[in-house]
């Protein structure tokens, strides 16, 4: 049967990855995390005390990450850090590592070499644009600013972490214009994107919905 990539982009809280994972599982394909990714990169970035005007000394941290993924989450030069790449502090500064083109260049060449085989799910804010433009299913995820603030503030309960919904969807809502707007590879829809706007969504409608959009791309011709 014919392997494809799948590509889901989109903001925060929309339920990108939970979706994105299920959708890897009823495909029994790889699921690639890749906001996760910059997501350690920010927590090693903050780790280490990196300026980030210095682009010397981002260089020599991004030559000393390596970055894979295990059955717990991501994994960071050899130690899990899942829970510690979850935090306010790592949200509040992601976009501004995200927006370094080194950062970029060096995450988006090691997302390129994970699906060369195919067979993947990635998601992110880029994938269908710059990472897989050649993707074979493009999803674009939205859903109303108020809905996603409330869904990340109980994915940081769940997590022991408890943060004001104010603050939460502030942050929210900074990422999305501080993605969108960014010079290098901005948070924006693919021409030939699918958009599903989640916030009236069950989890398991929209899994359903991407399962049978990727069963329809897997068949064709």
Same mark, same amino acid.
């Given at each position: 049967?014919? =392997?494809?990539?799948?590509? *889901? ?76 790449? =979850? ?66 503030? *109980? ?26 707007? =960014? ?29 049978? *959009? ?8």
């Amino acid at each position: 049967m014919k =392997r494809i990539v799948i590509a *889901l982009d989109g903001f925060s809280g929309t339920g990108k990855s939970s979706t994105a994972k299920q959708v890897a599982e009823k495909l029994s394909y790889q699921y690639i995390d890749s906001g996760a990714m910059y997501r350690a990169v920010t927590h090693l970035f903050i780790e280490k005390k990196v300026d980030l005007t210095d682009t010397k000394s981002i260089e020599a941290c991004l030559d000393d990450c390596e970055i894979t993924f295990d059955r717990e989450g991501v994994v960071l030069n050899g130690h899990g850090v899942e829970g510690k790449i =979850r935090t306010m502090e790592v949200n509040k500064k992601v976009s501004a590592v995200s927006a370094i083109s080194m950062v970029r260049r060096v995450l988006v060449e090691q997302q390129q070499k994970i699906g060369e085989g195919k067979g993947v799910v990635m998601d992110g804010r880029d994938i269908g644009t710059v990472v897989f433009p050649q993707a074979d299913l493009k999803v674009f995820m939205t859903a109303d600013a108020d809905i996603r603030a409330r869904r990340r503030m *109980l994915e940081l309960q769940s997590k022991g972490i408890e943060e004001d919904i104010e603050v939460i969807k502030h942050n929210l809502l900074q990422r999305d214009q501080a993605d969108s707007t =960014r010079e290098d590879s901005p948070l924006k829809m693919a021409e030939d994107a699918v958009e599903i706007d989640t916030s009236n969504l069950t989890m398991e409608d929209q899994v359903k919905r991407i399962v049978d *959009l990727a069963k329809e791309r897997i068949h064709e011709g």
